[in-house]
């Protein structure tokens, strides 16, 4: 069973840091592209950020480039999103996502707020 732990969200200020975590299971995680959806109250998902199986090719949002990055470690089945500048608009639900034979799969989610 395909599952996806994300962790990591919190309260923060305008322009602070924080690390997202996913931990996956169930599926060879080095062998599947990643990505981080997020998602804000009203509003449709909007895709922030994803990476290769390899790990080495990452592709961003215009509204995360050069804030965000995102990476993986195949050992410890775990993707990363290392979020820094964060704005208000930062703020939603962010889920790490993947495809395995053709079924898409996403965790519960971690909260993300930035708001002074």
């Known amino acids: 069973e395909v599952q996806l732990v994300e962790s990591g969200g919190g309260l923060v200020q305008p322009g602070d840091s924080l690390r997202l975590s996913c931990a996956a299971s169930g599926f060879t995680f080095g062998h599947y592209d990643m990505n981080w959806v997020r998602q804000a109250p009203g509003d449709w998902p909007e895709w922030v950020a994803g990476?290769?199986?390899?790990?080495?090719?990452?592709y961003y949002a215009d509204s995360v480039k050069g804030r965000f990055t995102i990476s993986r470690d195949s050992a410890k089945s775990t993707l990363y999103l290392q979020m820094n500048s964060l704005k208000p608009e930062d703020t939603a639900m962010y889920y790490c996502?993947?495809?395995?034979?053709?079924?898409?799969?996403r965790g519960q989610g971690t909260q993300v707020t930035v708001s002074s």
């Open positions: 996502s993947t495809t395995t034979y053709g079924v898409g799969y």
């Open positions: 990476i290769k199986s390899g790990g080495n090719s990452t």
